[in-house]
């Protein structure tokens, strides 16, 4: 059997444009497995690391925390890698990244992170005025005299039974035997006159 002419044409031109259009299909899916946009974010910083992407276009990343520019617009072509700091902090922060393909939007990323708080970033709290201040010491006041308990008082010294001051009062124990030895020699003397006077009496 015989085929003619115009069917192997028509076969071919059918194959031809078969082999054209997966060949496009596969140029297309190409760039759109291609964009790897990979980054990460830690405590203290935001690490970009974008390749295969088209370098025959113009491709822009931007990096923004709590809406301030972190990295400002820059244009990359094929691969872009860096690393960013993150400024110190006590709380929480979200970190934005926007990454327009100069291929086409459906290559794009638009992605937010949160970069949470390194513990060696905590703040100590302050003591408050009242323990921060030094307790004050209380005065003690030295006491009046008129104050003074009796049990602190000062006894007064008693006399001795030796000091002259008793013995001019007559409340020495020494005196009931001055006192006898003057009556004594009363008594002696007041004899002698009363013999002399005897004597004499007699001799008249």
């Known amino acids: 059997m015989t085929i003619p002419r115009r069917s192997w044409r028509a076969a071919g031109t059918y194959a031809a444009v078969a082999v054209a259009g997966l060949t496009g299909a596969v140029l297309c899916a190409g760039p759109a497995a291609a964009h790897t946009p990979t980054w990460a974010v830690t405590c203290t910083d935001v690490s970009l690391d974008l390749t295969a992407y088209n370098g025959g276009v ?15 617009t820059e244009t990359f072509g094929r691969e872009f890698h860096k690393k960013l700091e993150l400024p110190q902090h006590d709380k929480e922060l979200t970190v934005h990244l926007v990454v327009k393909a100069g291929d086409g939007d459906q290559f794009s990323k638009d992605e937010t992170k949160t970069a949470p708080v390194c513990e060696d970033n ?3 709290p302050k003591p408050s005025v009242s323990e921060s201040k030094p307790a004050e010491k209380p005065t003690t006041a030295a006491p009046s005299p008129s104050e003074s308990s009796p049990e602190t008082a000062p006894a007064a010294a008693s006399p001795s039974p030796s000091s002259p001051d008793l013995a001019e009062t007559g409340s020495s124990s020494a005196t009931p035997i001055i006192g006898g030895a003057a009556v004594a020699v009363l008594l002696a003397g007041g004899g002698i006159m009363w013999s002399v006077r005897k004597r004499r009496t007699a001799q008249h």
């Open 58 to 72: 113009t491709n822009q990343v931007t990096v923004t925390v709590d809406g301030k520019d972190l990295l400002p």
């Open 122 to 124: 905590t703040p100590t």
